[in-house]
């Protein structure tokens, strides 16, 4: 029998970027397009972040779980990505809620930014490579609109600066509102607003009474005032990754007027195209509503924490595609912890089986079927991801990768074709973002517990039972398992 390595071809590390073309749904021409860089291998990706004014929304949460495994998954298929994820610390609600609160903006959106970061780390998303708050970048949006005004993009008025969509022609491309059906009588000056209200909006907006009061503004050439919301993702993603990006990303409400804005002030200025690729993230809905404070359906990040792992939520959603919606259900929560509990029992059954005995040296038959169902569902859950990152498909490759690996280990495994398929489902958990804390078998740690274990073996056999009980209670005490086994005592951290 020919033996084969599993992987050799797979998306761990060496694998060619040209090998696996990745197709991404472009909002922008609305349809699937193959996935290519301006400068490959590298990816520059922007994600609009967080307005951090108050707790952690699932519904937000799930944008930047999407966003992440996005980033992982090119980062799998050997592309370098240069990531920014802005925290937006400066507009009309951070102003509103942290003069309600008392505080100063930077003390309230300091405390929001510190929730909002442990929600990622929580939730297994990786720190973006730049995390810029708005309020960093001031001189440079003054820049930036400055630019625009000269180019007779933007004009001042009497309560700041704003831009002409008239100057743009592909104003509303992106988010297919036809001006033509608009009845333009005014200007917008208020961060958001709907696709029936598209006017001129602002850039700048001079201080009011409160601000000046509070010392909330900035010197510009218009006089005290501050950034509009738009233009600050525009210069952020300039500064930070260039005058033409490759991924823009945000939740699907940020079409518009968000990101229609975003276009026509960054191409205004550059004459240059702004996005490569447009990502959109569905929302996530409560009963087929969407989830809102004002509502009254609204889960907090905190709520789910109390009854479900932060494994179960990730599961939870990525068992939908982010392009996809999403209704949420305390039953749905409940499904996706009983399967992230079983997918991680595979994991617990490996490091059993790796560390009992050695009892099949061999390669036969079921060794044979092992590698090739782990090979088959390899590719298979590659390809699934190279489909615009189609987490629900990947996710049924996984689980039958789990059940071959499951199977094998019912009878004597051979550990070096174990390890091999252990590899390969690590592999795949990780690249979904899933178990990371969880390493294989620790050497240094199996010996320590060889020793305690022999130990209590000892006073089992001079009939000491109340101490050697006394060893396995204090182990579950600090989280280790034991179990009697044929073969001797096994042991497993139980999950804290
Ligand atoms: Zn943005």
Redesign the pocket.
């Known amino acids: 029998m020919v033996l084969s390595l599993v992987g050799s071809s797979g998306f761990y590390g060496g694998s060619k970027v040209r090998e696996h073309p990745i197709r991404i749904y472009d909002t922008m021409t609305r349809r699937k397009r193959q996935f290519k860089p301006l400068n490959p291998p590298e990816v520059t990706m922007?994600v609009?972040?967080p307005t951090v004014y108050g707790e952690p929304h699932i519904g937000n949460l799930r944008t930047f779980t999407s966003g992440d495994l996005i980033r992982r998954w090119l980062t799998r298929r050997g592309y370098r990505v240069i990531y920014v994820m802005?925290i937006?610390d400066i507009e009309d609600k951070t102003i509103r809620d942290s003069g309600a609160a008392g505080k100063t903006l930077r003390e309230f959106t300091d405390h929001y930014t510190g929730v909002f970061l442990r929600g990622l780390d929580l939730l297994q998303i990786g720190r973006a490579t730049a995390h810029p708050r708005a309020t960093a970048y001031v001189p440079q949006m003054v820049e930036f609109i400055s630019g625009l005004v000269e180019g007779g993009f933007a004009y001042e008025a009497e309560d700041g600066v704003y831009f002409d969509i008239d100057r743009f022609p592909g104003y509303g491309r992106l988010s297919g509102v036809d001006l033509s059906k608009t009845e333009r009588t005014e200007r917008v000056a208020s961060d958001s607003y709907d696709k029936e209200d598209a006017q001129d909006f602002a850039l700048w907006k001079k201080a009011t009474p409160e601000e000046l009061s509070r010392g909330i503004f900035f010197e510009s050439p218009w006089g005290k005032g501050r950034p509009g919301?738009?233009i600050?993702?525009s210069v952020m993603s300039r500064e930070l990754l260039g005058e033409t990006i490759d991924i823009h990303a945000?939740g699907e409400d940020?079409v518009f007027p968000?990101?229609e804005n975003?276009v026509a002030q960054s191409e205004s200025l550059t004459g240059k195209q702004f996005v490569r690729f447009w990502l959109h993230m569905r929302f996530l809905k409560v009963g087929g509503r969407r989830m809102g404070k004002s509502l009254g359906n609204y889960v907090s990040f905190d709520q789910i924490l109390e009854k479900h792992s932060p494994e179960a939520l990730r599961y939870f959603y990525i068992s939908t595609q982010y392009r996809r919606p999403l209704d949420f259900t305390w039953q749905a929560m409940e499904a996706a912890e009983n399967t992230v509990r079983r997918l991680g029992n595979t994991l617990d059954l490996v490091d059993d089986a790796l560390r009992g005995p050695d009892d099949n040296l061999d390669y036969g038959e079921r060794e044979d079927g092992l590698l090739k169902s782990v090979r088959a569902g390899e590719e298979a859950f590659g390809a699934a991801m190279d489909d615009d990152f189609d987490t629900p498909v990947a996710l049924g490759h996984l689980h039958a990768v789990a059940g071959a690996i499951n199977e094998y280990i019912t009878g004597p495994a051979n550990k070096g074709a174990l390890a091999e398929a252990a590899r390969v489902y690590r592999g795949m958990l990780g690249a979904l973002g899933l178990f990371e804390e969880r390493r294989g078998p620790d050497e240094a740690a199996d010996r320590v517990m060889a020793a305690v274990l022999g130990l209590r073996d000892d006073l089992r056999k001079a009939k000491n039972y109340a101490f050697a009980d006394m060893i396995r209670d204090r182990l579950t005490e600090a989280g280790v398992t034991i179990q009697d086994t044929a073969g001797g005592a096994a042991w497993r951290m139980s999950k804290g």
Request: proline residues 0%.
């Open positions: 922007y609009c972040g802005n937006t919301w738009h600050e993702c945000g940020l968000h990101h975003e």
